[in-house]
């Protein structure tokens, strides 16, 4: 398949100093920047086989990259009912009456996005929707995707009528005082129980529904995701896209580390690294520490104020160091989820730990850091550990008055020390930006924008949430391009338009960098380049 391309009267968008280049135009050849020149010298370049493109002036940055996401479980979890526009119960309740209404006779209802806020004061049940649900076995998923509702159906065909244990520390069939289910699932163990009974779609429509979401992200500009799982079928996926020449997005893949993980188990994750194809790569393993503070599962050094959120996620937290430890040593990066400040504290003292006993250069990161306090800023830097943040996720899930279930949660000291991105940036650390779809939408120019703004994307005249904690425009592209390529190694080939760095490259019709934030996101992706080849073109091209 021809990958020759020229681009032309292109305005070519250096991250690292936010100015453009002095060159018009690129060339592209074997999925590399073969040239960069005048328009005159690099249109020369092309033969009877090279597709030319005139951008005129338009935008080019390098790919835009999403450090976390997961595009398998996220194009299963968004099939059915989309719950995140709903702000109250009676909205869900009404969105769940014409769901059951056009429900085939028999068939599960599955909802997605349903955002615990809904709820106010009251806890977060089934109990709302009985009505509505009853006889109908249906799964509702909160944004979080730690959490769901399961009707009294569905628990009773799952045979669920009780409290269960776990290996996940914070999984739990939550249940009323009487030791009956409210219906509110906590964590993958507790939520697959009800899962594992409904019907499942069959492999070649998820594989359908996957390669249809990656072309839609293709399609808001970008390149590559950090991939964030490599559960069930996703790794077969993603060779058979990538075979057929399908796959428009460069995927690196961390598989997962789960609490009960044995010796043997980490050795193959270990023996795991570095398969893949042309455009994926298993690199890395994923690995939680607690859940989530909208839930009560993250680890808190205290209590939130409904008295949860107290231990991790894993039963001894000191497996978790040794693991770390294991991996380091032999030169595997890991991601983990630490939403809370223990949760936190505890990465780094293991990756400390790991350091000190020996081994290579390693890039860990910590995925999420919703809220820590002060003395922990400095070690990110100091221990070489990458923040990974996903800013849209305090624009819409929280409040700048904290009366949002987040903040009710933690309280006034430790909401205000939400989603620290300036002051991480500031203390000297790398801060890479995704979206973590499915739990926020994943187009790159809304991440960018909501790490500019921090106001909520449904209204943007409302107060921001931390507006000190704010990044310039050029902070979030470099998140998202400079900063991507870093985490995942690749800085000497990745994230800036230079003569043998990779052709990925997403065009737009303004320039990311003066638009407004609050425009930022309408701005129009003219194209998006994948290896050299266009993997989304806008029809006026």
């Known amino acids: 398949m021809n990958d020759r391309l020229v681009l032309l009267s292109a305005r070519l968008l250096d991250p690292v100093s936010g100015l453009f280049l002095p060159e018009t135009a690129l060339a592209v050849s074997g999925g590399r920047i073969s040239a960069l020149g005048d328009d005159r010298t690099v249109r020369a370049l092309a033969d009877s086989s090279t597709t030319v493109v005139d951008l005129k002036g338009a935008v080019v940055t390098p790919g835009l990259v999403d450090g976390h996401l997961h595009p398998v479980s996220g194009a299963e979890l968004t099939h059915g009912l989309d719950l995140s526009g709903c702000t109250d119960v009676t909205q869900v309740r009404e969105a769940l009456t014409r769901g059951v209404r056009e429900l085939a006779p028999g068939a599960w209802l599955h909802g997605w996005g349903l955002d615990p806020n809904v709820f106010g004061d009251r806890p977060v049940e089934i109990a709302p929707f009985d009505a509505v649900l009853d006889g109908i076995p249906a799964l509702l998923l909160l944004f979080d995707a730690h959490s769901m509702l399961a009707s009294r159906r569905a628990l009773e065909l799952a045979g669920v009528d009780g409290p269960r244990d776990f290996d996940q520390a914070s999984a739990e069939v939550v249940c009323d005082a009487d030791g009956r289910p409210t219906g509110l699932l906590l964590e993958d163990a507790a939520c697959e129980l009800v899962e594992r009974v409904a019907p499942q779609p069959t492999r070649e429509e998820r594989r359908d529904r996957l390669a249809a979401a990656l072309r839609a992200m293709a399609a808001t500009g970008l390149t590559g995701g950090h991939a964030m799982d490599a559960n069930g079928d996703s790794l077969a996926f993603y060779a058979e896209l990538d075979a057929a020449g399908e796959l428009p997005l460069r995927l690196r893949v961390a598989p997962w580390c789960q609490p009960g993980t044995d010796e043997n188990g980490v050795r193959a994750l270990i023996e795991q690294q570095g398969a893949g194809g042309a455009l994926w790569r298993t690199d890395g393993v994923k690995i939680f520490m607690d859940g989530t503070i909208d839930n009560g599962t993250a680890w808190l050094e205290r209590p939130d104020g409904h008295g949860e959120s107290t231990h991790a996620f894993w039963p001894d937290p000191e497996v978790y160091t040794r693991i770390i430890g294991e991996l380091h040593r032999a030169g595997v990066p890991t991601a983990t989820h630490a939403i809370g400040d223990a949760?936190?504290?505890?990465?780094?003292?293991?990756?400390?730990?790991?350091?000190?006993?020996?081994?290579?250069?390693?890039?860990?990161?910590?995925?999420?850091?919703?809220?820590?306090?002060?003395?922990?800023?400095?070690?990110?830097?100091?221990?070489?550990?990458?923040?990974?943040?996903?800013?849209?996720?305090?624009?819409?899930?929280?409040?700048?008055?904290?009366?949002?279930?987040?903040?009710?949660?933690?309280?006034?000291?430790?909401?205000?020390?939400?989603?620290?991105?300036?002051?991480?940036?500031?203390?000297?650390?790398?801060?890479?930006?995704?979206?973590?779809?499915?739990?926020?939408?994943?187009?790159?120019?809304?991440?960018?924008?909501?790490?500019?703004?921090?106001?909520?994307?449904?209204?943007?005249?409302?107060?921001?949430?931390?507006?000190?904690?704010?990044?310039?425009?050029?902070?979030?592209?470099?998140?998202?391009?400079?900063?991507?390529?870093?985490?995942?190694?690749?800085?000497?080939?990745?994230?800036?338009?230079?003569?043998?760095?990779?052709?990925?490259?997403?065009?737009?019709?303004?320039?990311?960098?003066?638009?407004?934030?609050?425009?930022?996101?309408?701005?129009?992706?003219?194209?998006?380049?994948?290896?050299?080849?266009?993997?989304?073109?806008?029809?006026?091209?």
């Open 343 to 541: 949760a936190v504290r505890h990465v780094l003292d293991a990756v400390e730990k790991a350091q000190a006993d020996g081994g290579r250069v390693v890039r860990h990161r910590v995925e999420h850091i919703e809220t820590v306090p002060d003395d922990t800023l400095r070690r990110f830097a100091e221990l070489g550990v990458i923040a990974s943040m996903q800013p849209t996720h305090c624009c819409d899930f929280t409040r700048a008055d904290h009366t949002d279930n987040w903040s009710r949660r933690l309280g006034e000291e430790r909401a205000g020390r939400g989603w620290r991105c300036r002051d991480l940036l500031d203390s000297g650390a790398t801060v890479v930006l995704g979206s973590d779809w499915p739990i926020a939408p994943y187009p790159p120019l809304g991440v960018m924008a909501g790490a500019r703004h921090r106001r909520p994307t449904r209204d943007l005249t409302q107060d921001p949430h931390g507006p000190e904690q704010a990044l310039t425009a050029l902070e979030a592209l470099r998140g998202m391009t400079v900063d991507a390529a870093y985490a995942a190694g690749e800085e000497h080939e990745a994230g800036r338009i230079a003569v043998g760095y990779r052709a990925d490259l997403t065009v737009l019709a303004a320039d990311p960098l003066t638009t407004a934030a609050a425009e930022l996101p309408d701005v129009p992706v003219l194209l998006t380049v994948l290896d050299g080849r266009p993997t989304y073109c806008d029809p006026s091209l």
